[in-house]
């Protein structure tokens, strides 16, 4: 059976772990459908106890 | 001279020897969408002024002398499953009818790197979930052949754009045959590379252990090409191939003459007789070519529709998980608390088909089926892969039909799931091997109307530069028009 092989570098799944740019809080809020004081902002998730 | 009717690289030379500018193709290029697409509706988005902002950098360039990237001043459409910063990225689901993707995928800044012009965004199955782009939570693609029937699908858009000469080349995505199928039907070249080959990043996720992103085109050449410049390493995407990438253009003219071409008899049952009469003739001509043509066995191939739609499934119920109106896309303005809105959200937002999938993906998932159903489809999934790597032993490439039949009519199918995903009988298993495959035109039906019939060839991993040999040899040498 045809070996399924070809030459990779020895980790390719890995990076350096090195800072990048990524997504501004304004970017990361821009499509989000109810945005509020730079959150997504939901329904009460805890109760307040009585 | 219609500017439409060129492929890549008399268009080139068009722009290189300036006696057509970028502007001028892309402005003849929405012409043309403005007159045809009112019928075929290939298009869900159209990004004017992006385009016309990268043809006059192109013009600019070869004005100044400058060289230009192999793809300078094409027409470009891309499937609306693909980022494209700034543009509406809807999936065709309302349930992200006005997201708006905050970055390029890869796959499309190496295309305007490469000087390729982005036209617009292409319809196509909702979330890329079917096979005909009838499941669009917009509105049906119509296939330029004949306008009553289906494109294919999931890409259709990108399919029908080409075919009907609304784009020179496409991007579309390939699950288990979106692209190689909506080519078969649409009469063009679709090409889904080895999983690995592109990188998915900014590729919306169906299900990630099968998704690609490929090109279509109405040439090999043209397919080839585009290949060429989306594919290789890209570290966003961990699963994305550190395998070098061929010149693949520079691979077209050698000789097929001497390759082991093998037929697998699964594939010739249950074809409508007017396909397997063209495919016959197909294979016939790339004997003609002087390859040796050998009957050969893919003895898993019946369990393959079950496999890869429990896999599929599977992985989409997960990748969906995300739309719940929190961090983008539609949210129900009907709830009170939080249960309540996601139901809501993800009720209204999605369409039939995506419903189905989620659940049955979830069901499959669940405490007591996942041992039948998922674990035993990938222990399926591992024999199907195993039955192309024993078939590579003697042969290097398969061919096969793209689909059973040729395009089918709007509606025709869509109230039986099972008959819709049996469409895609002979593309899911080149996909859940992930192995790659291309679809060539091979003629048309004899009846009316005249249909377009596709062809199939799938190879070993990586091996993308042979396949494309052989389907720029089977172009030359007339394929494209074999008669049935």
């Known amino acids: 059976m045809a070996q399924v092989t070809y030459p990779a570098a020895a980790n390719p799944s890995l990076r350096a772990d090195q800072p990048h740019k990524t997504f501004t809080q304004e970017e990361a809020l821009a499509n989000a459908p109810d945005p509020s004081a730079g959150c997504f902002r939901v329904p009460r998730v805890i109760e307040k106890e009585e | ?484």
């Open chain 2, 1 to 484: 001279m219609n500017l439409t009717e060129l492929t890549i690289d008399p268009l080139r030379e068009l722009l290189v020897s300036r006696k057509a500018s970028a502007v001028e193709i892309a402005q003849a290029h929405f012409e043309e969408i403005e007159r045809r697409d009112k019928e075929v509706r290939a298009y869900l988005q159209l990004c004017p002024e992006r385009a016309l902002e990268q043809a006059s950098k192109i013009d600019r360039q070869l004005a100044a002398g400058e060289l230009v990237g192999p793809l300078a001043g094409i027409p470009v459409a891309v499937k609306d499953v693909i980022l494209a910063r700034g543009a509406r990225n809807t999936c065709a689901s309302k349930i992200l009818a006005n997201y708006v993707a905050p970055y390029d995928a890869p796959a499309v800044e190496r295309l305007e790197a490469a000087g390729a012009v982005i036209l617009g965004k292409t319809n196509c199955d909702e979330f890329a979930m079917g096979s005909s782009t009838e499941n669009s939570g917009f509105f049906p693609t119509h296939n330029p052949h004949d306008l009553t029937r289906v494109p294919g699908g999931s890409s259709g858009g990108s399919a029908a754009a080409v075919a009907a000469k609304m784009a020179v080349t496409s991007l579309g995505s390939d699950t288990g045959g979106s692209i190689r199928q909506p080519a078969a039907f649409c009469g063009i070249v679709g090409m889904m590379g080895t999983y690995g080959r592109v990188s998915r990043y900014g590729l919306v996720a169906f299900a990630s252990s099968l998704d690609h992103i490929g090109p279509f085109g109405r040439s090999v050449r043209d397919v080839a090409r585009m290949l060429q410049t989306i594919a290789g390493r890209e570290p966003h995407d961990s699963t994305s191939a550190d395998v070098p990438v061929e010149d693949y253009v520079a691979g077209l003219d050698q000789t097929v003459s001497g390759l082991r071409v093998g037929v697998p008899g699964e594939y010739l049952k249950g074809l409508s007789p007017e396909t397997g009469d063209n495919i016959q003739k197909g294979i016939d001509l790339l004997a003609k070519l002087g390859c040796v043509v050998a009957p050969i066995s893919l003895p898993h191939t019946d369990y393959a529709i079950a496999c890869y739609y429990i896999i599929c499934m599977a992985e989409a119920s997960s990748n969906l998980a995300r739309y719940d109106g929190v961090r983008y896309g539609y949210r129900s303005a009907e709830y009170t608390d939080l249960q309540e809105m996601y139901k809501q959200t993800r009720y209204g937002g999605f369409g039939a088909e995506v419903k189905r999938r989620i659940m049955l993906g979830t069901y499959v998932l669940s405490s007591g089926y996942y041992d039948a159903y998922y674990l035993k489809a990938q222990k399926v999934r591992t024999l199907i892969t195993r039955d192309f790597l024993e078939a590579f032993d003697d042969v290097d490439i398969i061919v096969t039909p793209t689909s059973p039949i040729p395009a089918f009519k709007l509606g025709e199918r869509m109230d039986d799931p099972l008959q819709m995903y049996l469409a895609d009988i002979y593309t899911v298993t080149a996909s859940l091997a992930g192995i790659p495959g291309i679809c060539v035109p091979c003629g048309k039906t004899k009846g009316e109307p005249h249909l377009p019939v596709g062809m199939q060839l799938v190879a070993r991993h990586f091996d993308e530069a042979r396949l494309l040999r052989v389907a720029d040899a089977f172009e030359k040498a007339g394929g494209f028009e074999v008669s049935s």
